[in-house]
């Protein structure tokens, strides 16, 4: 069945350790986007593809990156160069930039 | 900086009664407004969309748009205790999308 799908569920990060969570999907849409939701807030842009190897930043970029060399993959690496990295990831996806996106179910990263 | 404001609740009804859930964004050349439900501890999941000015209904949903006063709303009928949870509020401005921080929402049995 057509979905998102976010691995692992839980990420445990070392300092100075880079760690990177995947993000696939097969509902054939061209959007990608990936966002991180700290508690009791809304969600906040880090990083968003329209197509494959391309990719724009969002409002929170620093510390992370990206790739896009395949339609249906996003992955993000969170870099050492992010100092509070704990919060919930999630990745989304839709149809074009103004079409309604769907989440996967998110990644926890929290630091040991 | 562009701004979704919702009111972080939490909103208490009875169950069977409506829930009537707002939200106001700052910028008036969003086209696009959704409504997403979060559980405690999982992901969102997309429930409304309105692009029109009007009511659009779905179900037990119904969404308001009013662009003229930058006012997005969701009711809910006959909410249910199944119904609980955080509402996120979010508006297409430019190439993203603005999320508000969500309305907790509890219904009681």
């Known amino acids: 069945d057509g979905g998102i799908t976010q691995s692992p569920k839980y990420l445990f990060r070392k300092e100075g350790q880079n760690v990177t969570l995947s993000c696939e999907q097969n509902l054939n849409h061209d959007a990608m986007y990936w966002y991180r939701q700290d508690p009791g807030q809304g969600l906040r842009l880090i990083y968003y593809s329209q197509i494959v190897n391309d990719f724009q930043k969002g409002d929170i970029a620093e510390g992370y990156s990206v790739s896009r060399e395949k339609k249906e993959s996003f992955p993000l690496t969170v870099t050492s160069a992010q100092k509070n990295p704990t919060a919930f990831y999630l990745c989304?996806?839709?149809?074009?930039?103004?079409?309604?996106?769907?989440f996967g179910d998110g990644t926890r990263l929290s630091i040991l | 900086q562009k701004e979704v404001e919702q009111n972080s609740g939490p909103l208490s009804v009875p169950e069977g009664a409506i829930a009537s859930l707002n939200c106001t964004y700052s910028?008036?050349?969003?086209?696009?407004f959704f409504w997403y439900r979060q559980y405690s501890g999982k992901s969102p999941e997309l429930i409304m969309f309105i692009y029109s000015n009007g009511d659009k209904e779905d179900g037990r949903f119904t969404a308001q748009l009013n662009k003229a006063s930058q006012y997005v709303s969701l009711l809910i009928r006959d909410s249910q205790p199944s119904d609980s949870a955080t509402y996120l509020c979010?508006?297409?401005?430019?190439?993203?999308?603005?999320f508000g921080s969500g309305t907790r929402l509890l219904v009681r049995p």
């Open positions: 979010a508006a297409h401005s430019s190439y993203k999308l603005i």
């Open positions: 910028d008036r050349g969003s086209q696009s």
């Open positions: 989304a996806s839709s149809a074009g930039l103004n079409q309604p996106q769907h």
